[in-house]
């Protein structure tokens, strides 16, 4: 059974958070530390430590993710002008919280990540 992180209390809204979105699969709010001027997690209401535990039954799930972060992205006027979209796993990556969330940032030119 994987242990609960923070992200958990923030769907069940036992802490505070800016959510920006949520329906019974998925929750978005704004990053705590943001790396850009629009920077939000899209997060699983279930909990999923890493993308290495991601099941095959999972998959609509994960497709319901991308599609909540096109809207957010449609939402925060970045559609046009472009985002990025993360996904950390484990240490080389720096995934410090072990429930899966998708980064999504813009609001500024974020540069090459990769080439
Ligand atoms: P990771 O490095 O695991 O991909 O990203 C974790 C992200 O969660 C970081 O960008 C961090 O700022 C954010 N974060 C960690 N704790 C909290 C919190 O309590 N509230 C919010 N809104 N964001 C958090």
Same mark, same amino acid.
Request: charged share 15%.
């Given at each position: 059974?994987? &242990?609960e992180t923070i992200f958990s209390k923030i769907i069940r809204r036992e802490i505070p958070a800016d959510i920006? $979105? #949520?329906d019974d699969q998925v929750t978005a709010f704004r990053d705590i530390s943001p #790396? !850009?001027?629009t920077h939000i997690l899209i997060i699983p209401n279930k909990l999923i430590p890493t993308v290495n535990h991601i !099941? &095959?039954?999972d998959e609509a799930?994960?497709?319901h993710m991308m599609v909540v972060a096109a809207k957010i992205a449609k939402q925060e006027g970045i559609d046009e002008s472009g985002y990025r979209l993360i996904m950390n796993c484990n240490k080389? !990556?720096?995934q410090e919280v $072990?429930?899966?969330h998708m980064h999504l940032l813009g609001g500024k030119n974020l540069g090459r990540l990769i080439g």
């Open positions: 059974m994987a &242990e920006v $979105f #949520q #790396q !850009a001027p !099941a &095959e039954s799930l994960l497709g080389d !990556a720096g $072990f429930h899966i």
